[in-house]
């Protein structure tokens, strides 16, 4: 089962219930945990169902609640390896795109725009797999950005690789990190069949949704 979780900042955060306990799939913007505990009292979990949350991405707007939440349900936070260190204090100085912009704010502001870190239960690697959601590295909008696919779920989440604001787009360069690379991210996904794709950014696509993206993708070759 799989919820769109109402409420978040910025951008979408999702549950996906497991036979053994409660994903979230990214957190929201800093202030976000309270809409995602509110959430699940709703649906009738408790906070200590939550088991991980796990970040497309670093960036603020997908994991600027996510250490809050570990923190106040007991969750693990995961995240792939190559965005682990942005987590971290003395984290990579980011280019000069809007991230880079960012860094050079005073710290008092920059807590509102840079994700703050907390203790990482795992690192991830493509191809692991973790709670039946696959992990897919997609670098390129961040180093370590992934997509998550749920064979059982016939679902895959897509972080900021795509975004389905007025139809599917890849994002803009000022917030890659890699554009180069960010422009072909997508094309990890080929070969995968989902019926459904859910987006940090924009409406989910609740049919047919890995032919969509296979065309979309095969449109920009
Ligand atoms: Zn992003």
């Not at 939550?50 to 994991?63: E, G, P």
């Not at 997508?186 to 987006?199: C, K, P, T």
Request: with cysteine.
């Amino acid at each position: 089962m799989i919820w769109p979780i109402p409420g978040t900042r910025a951008a979408h955060a999702y549950l996906l219930q497991q036979p053994d306990g409660l994903v979230a799939i990214d957190a929201g913007y800093v202030g976000s945990d309270g809409a995602i505990l509110r959430f699940m009292r709703s649906r009738g979990f408790r906070p200590e169902d939550l088991k991980w949350v796990v970040v497309t991405h670093h960036h603020v707007d997908h994991a600027g609640s996510a250490a809050r939440l570990c923190a106040q349900t007991g969750a693990q936070l995961a995240i792939h390896t190559a965005d682990a260190p942005y987590l971290a204090s003395g984290r990579p100085k980011e280019l000069m795109n809007l991230w880079g912009a960012i860094e050079r704010l005073p710290a008092r502001l920059a807590r509102f725009l840079l994700t703050v870190g907390g203790p990482i239960g795992r690192r991830l690697e493509d191809g692991d797999t973790l709670h039946g959601l696959r992990v897919i590295h997609t670098p390129g909008h961040t180093p370590g950005s992934i997509c998550l696919y749920s064979e059982a779920e016939s679902a895959v989440f897509v972080g900021d690789v795509l975004n389905n604001e007025r139809g599917l787009r890849r994002p803009p360069w000022n917030v890659n990190h890699n554009h180069r690379k960010a422009q072909l991210a997508a094309r990890h996904l080929l070969g995968l069949s989902y019926e459904r794709a859910f987006f940090g950014h924009g409406p989910p696509i609740e049919r047919d949704a890995s032919r969509a993206i296979t065309r979309f993708v095969g449109e920009l070759a």
